[in-house]
């Protein structure tokens, strides 16, 4: 069963809603400010590297939070693992041990 988790996801919505803002507003005020296609260019082009480390920064945010949570799923799942390993070591060694060796002896593949 999957457990609930705390992170929302409208952050990276409004993250992405407030980029995509962002760029539109770059591209009317560079066309309010030119009457032709060539100036229009020039504004654009005083924009675009900023744009383009902005494009570049918001994937690698997002591929960090994914990052995250799948090492915090495979951190979980390691604790239950090492939780059910101990819980068969301690009921393997509560029992007789006489039924051990015959376990053993009818399960060699898991010894």
């Known amino acids: 069963m999957a457990e609930p988790s ?9 993250m992405g809603l407030a ?7 770059i591209m009317v ?4 400010q030119t ?3 060539d100036d229009f ?14 494009t570049g920064a918001i994937p690698s945010f997002f591929f960090k939070a994914q990052a995250d949570n799948a090492q915090q799923q495979a951190n ?3 604790q239950k693992a090492d939780q059910a390993s101990a819980k068969a070591e301690l009921l393997s060694g509560a029992l007789d041990p006489g039924v051990v060796q015959q376990l053993r002896a009818a399960n060699p593949h898991l010894f």
Do not use: R
């Not at 980029?19 to 507003?25: A, E, K, M, Q």
């Open 6 to 14: 705390d992170n929302s996801n409208a952050g990276p919505i409004l």
């Open 19 to 25: 980029y995509i803002g962002l760029v539109v507003f």
């Open 29 to 32: 005020f560079c066309a309010k």
């Open 35 to 37: 009457s032709n296609f």
């Open 41 to 54: 260019s020039g504004y654009w082009g005083l924009f675009a590297t900023l744009i383009g480390v902005a």
């Open 76 to 78: 979980n799942a390691q």
